[in-house]
């Protein structure tokens, strides 16, 4: 184990006991899970939300599949990790902030994001924090744009209710079972709207 894997696993440690329910796990996500979680992402996909970040995992394997370190805005509410994200990323957009609070925010000059990564822990959260976070989230994507999702439960972490109440449809994508503890990986994307039968009626 390198001294910045040391560091960041005392780091979430530290985060974890002061706030078990939103950090959720006891250890950073593993490589095999960042693949998993950026892996429909590029530098095409333009602007990038990043919600919970914790120590960067996601975040540096973001810009190693090319997204400019400058098209990424983290949101980031435990105050160590958002000190250490400010010093490991300094170009990008890092805000110390609940991520319900998402939706008054403004962001990349007024330009809207081509997804969001999100590794906070949903399954902790009441249904109306959860309502509030994907309601900001997709404010801020483009059409045809994406919120990938990780979890540690069995299935989405999403309650079937407010994906439809939201218009929304989730599949998984990926999965990460070598990770500490076992993960999966959904998309969450706008359902297409249906053509109107007025015209055949």
């Given at each position: 184990?390198t001294?910045a894997?040391t ?14 329910l ?7 996500s ?18 990038v939300?990043e919600l919970?970040?914790g120590?960067?995992?996601f975040?540096q394997?973001?810009?190693?599949r ?11 509410a ?10 490991r990323f ?7 902030m609940?991520a319900?609070?998402?939706?008054r ?7 809207q994001?081509?997804a969001v990564?999100?590794?906070?822990t949903l399954?902790?959260m ?8 994907l309601?900001?989230a ?18 989405c972490p ?8 939201l ?21 969450i ?6 053509p109107s ?5």
């Open positions: 184990m001294a894997q560091f960041d696993g005392f780091t979430f440690l530290r985060e974890w006991l002061t706030a078990p939103r950090v959720g796990a006891v250890f950073p593993g490589a095999t899970l960042a693949r998993a979680m950026t892996a429909d992402i590029g530098p095409e996909t333009g602007n939300i919970g970040p120590t960067g995992v975040t394997a973001l810009i190693e090319g997204v400019p370190e400058r098209r990424l805005a983290l949101i980031e435990g105050p160590d990790f958002a000190t250490l994200l400010d010093v300094p170009d990008a957009r890092i805000f110390w609940d319900s609070r998402l939706r925010l403004q962001l990349f000059g007024g330009e994001a081509g990564v999100s590794g906070l399954l902790s009441t249904p109306r924090k959860i309502f509030a976070i309601e900001g997709f404010g801020h994507l483009r059409p045809g744009g994406a919120f990938y999702q990780v979890t540690y439960g069995p299935r999403v309650p079937r209710p407010l994906l439809d109440r218009g929304l449809k989730a599949k998984r994508v990926g999965w990460a079972l070598a990770n500490v503890p076992p993960a999966s990986v959904y998309r994307e706008r359902r297409a709207c249906r039968l007025e015209g055949w009626r």
